[in-house]
């Protein structure tokens, strides 16, 4: 196959990229570079069959080359980067979604959304299945993120429903791995950052909130698995072990061989008290659950920030 990916140079995009190029696959990947890695770029061009453009989907983009499958991965995905770019955010959410979409129907492409666990908001059903609508705070800080990918959903059932394109949305649930931004300012990202340069590690509120972290590898073998399924409607992917935040930051201290302290800030508006996907239908439908726990996938993890603290590269970031 053929496909364009959209957000290819980030995190998980580049992952998920490499996936399809190690399966024999063609992958023109597309970027703007808003949160993506050059780094990550490089690593890519090293196929002989990925072919980078560099673009916003958020304008028109137009491909001579057939295409069989878009993967919609374009998007501030960090609270610190969504509330610092929160235009560009709804932007390719809605028209740059719009965009990807015009492009899978052009070429009788499969299109995959990559949507999030967002669209939960604060979720008042524990843990969360594919039918719960959510309970969003639209107007809220986090809306634009929230919101940006609700709409997406909506569009890309909508591009489904009236003009037959074949579609596969997936909920990505917390994940975590190789090729993070030390400073993307998530979670995880910042307490290995911190406990690597000695520095309190921040717990927003009490920590006493939940979340649920999938190790990369796990996260793209659940999401390709989708994209060549006959699964349309939206479809979780995380891993369903929970725990505190508290407990991570713990769990970050034991296996960097930190000292750090753990600090508490105020808690951010509309942050999610629990986080924790179902995979009933992953498992049933897709065969997939995860294998990696916490620990192991934070001991992949750990090198490749400590290679980048060595360069003076990581650097935390707090809402």
């Known amino acids: 196959m053929r496909v364009l990916l959209t957000g290819a140079a980030g995190f998980l995009g580049s992952h998920l990229a490499e996936r399809f190029l190690r399966d024999g696959h063609e992958v023109i990947g597309l970027d703007n570079f808003i ?4 780094e990550n770029a490089s690593l890519l061009e090293a196929y002989p069959s990925f072919r980078l453009i560099e673009h916003d989907i958020s304008k028109p983009c137009y491909l001579d080359d057939q295409i069989d499958g878009v993967l919609h991965f374009a998007s501030p995905a960090s609270p610190v980067d969504y509330l610092e770019l929160p235009i560009q955010t709804l932007k390719v959410g809605s028209l740059g979604t719009h965009n990807a979409l ?15 666990s967002e669209v939960y908001g604060d979720p008042l059903v524990h843990p969360q299945p594919e039918l719960y609508w959510g309970n ?8 634009v ?3 940006a990918k609700r709409f997406a959903e909506a569009m890309t059932m909508a ?5 037959g394109v074949d579609t596969r949305i997936v909920r990505i649930f917390n994940t975590y791995g190789e090729r993070m931004r030390p400073g993307d300012g998530r979670v995880v990202s910042n307490f290995i950052v911190q406990a690597l340069r000695g520095d309190p590690l921040t717990i927003y509120g ?3 909130q939940t979340r649920s972290f999938c190790y990369v590898e796990d996260e ?17 992917i995380g891993n369903p072990n929970e725990f505190t935040v508290r407990e991570l930051a713990e769990v970050v201290l034991q296996e960097t061989g930190s000292d750090s302290d753990i600090v508490t800030l105020p808690l951010p508006a509309d942050d999610p008290k629990v986080r924790k996907p179902d995979i009933t239908v992953a498992r049933s439908v897709l065969g997939w659950e995860p294998r990696i726990d916490l620990r192991e996938g934070l001991r992949r993890t750990i090198p ?4 980048a603290h060595a360069r003076g590269q990581a650097v935390p970031r707090t809402i």
């Open 35 to 38: 949160t993506g890695s050059r």
């Open 102 to 116: 015009g492009i899978a129907l052009a070429k009788n492409a499969r299109f995959l959304l990559a949507s999030t």
């Open 136 to 143: 969003v705070n639209p107007v809220g800080v986090r809306g």
């Open 145 to 147: 993120y929230d919101e």
């Open 159 to 163: 591009y489904h429903r009236y003009h």
């Open 206 to 208: 009490d920590g006493s």
């Open 220 to 236: 793209v073998e659940g999401i390709y698995r989708l994209f060549f399924s006959s699964r349309v409607d939206p479809t979780n």
């Open 304 to 307: 490749y920030f400590r290679e």
